[in-house]
């Protein structure tokens, strides 16, 4: 049971990556991506990452998809529903990147990554995660507050009427 | 479910179609929707190799500040896409090109 869901989670993730690649439609891309975001944070809860599961949800659906949408809303004119986008070099870009997807796959796979055999068995993260933030990488985490003032700033500054 | 490979061959399909999509497309938020499913693969990358290999919460630790940067990165990306737009009245990438004249 857990593993056909798995790869319907899988599935699901490919499916609506492509779509997001691949589609005509910027509104049908930008709901795909929400597949994507809310399949990617089914993995994590595969990969015992139940923190980062609930992080992704709250972050990705719940904030950057809302400004991807408002960003589409306000850069189009909304008379009709059908927001078409255009592509260049559709040829010549995908024939690069699946040469790229070939060479990763070539080059991970054969790979015999040392303890790829034995998974950690489930336990809450939450409390490792905060243990961490606030020791090894207290540094990290004061330079991402800064950063995201920098960035509250700067998006407010540069969003204004009057430059 | 239970093997490294499954996750590796996710993420980097992930990968190549979010370069696929900054590569092609013309328009800004559309780029914007590339780079996201790119760093989205390289968190599965990290929590994958967390769980099966270091055996430890460093690769979930680096995927929160990945995710914080990717909002951070987001929400100045739109305003500038915004006054792109207020400028030009379009957001094409290809023809926003005014430092090279």
């Not at chain 1, 056909?4 to 990556?17: N, P, Q």
């Not at chain 1, 490792?128 to 540094?139: A, M, P, Q, R, S």
């Not at chain 2, 996750?7 to 092609?24: D, E, M």
Request: some cysteine.
């Amino acid at each position: 049971m857990a593993d056909f869901l798995f790869w319907m989670i899988w599935a699901l993730i490919v499916a609506s990556a492509a779509l997001v690649a691949f589609g005509n439609n910027l509104i049908h891309s930008v709901f795909a991506l929400m597949g994507t975001f809310l399949g990617v944070a089914g993995i994590y809860i595969f990969l015992n990452a139940d923190f980062l599961a609930v992080t992704q949800i709250v972050v990705y659906v719940g904030g950057i998809l809302v400004l991807l949408i408002f960003g589409i809303m306000l850069t189009n004119q909304i008379s009709s529903a059908q927001i078409s986008q255009s592509s260049v070099q559709k040829g010549l870009g995908f024939v690069v990147v699946l040469g790229l997807l070939a060479i990763i796959l070539s080059a991970v796979l054969p790979h015999d990554w040392v303890g790829s055999t034995l998974p950690m068995a489930f336990e809450e993260t939450v409390s490792g995660i905060g243990y961490l933030l606030f020791t090894d990488y207290l540094i990290l985490f004061e330079i991402a507050s800064v950063l995201l003032l920098g960035a509250l700033i700067g998006a407010a500054t540069l969003a204004r009427k009057e430059l | 479910m239970d093997h490294l490979s499954s996750y590796l061959v996710l993420s980097a399909i992930l990968f190549c179609l979010g370069l696929y999509t900054v590569v092609t497309r013309r328009n800004a938020v559309a780029i914007l929707m590339g780079v996201e499913l790119i760093l989205n693969a390289a968190n599965i990358n990290f929590v994958a190799f967390s769980k099966f290999v270091t055996h430890d919460l460093d690769g979930h630790l680096i995927s929160v500040f990945i995710i914080m940067l990717a909002a951070a990165e987001a929400a100045v990306a739109l305003a500038i896409i915004l006054n792109l737009y207020n400028d030009r009245g379009h957001i094409n990438v290809d023809e926003a090109n005014a430092l090279k004249q």
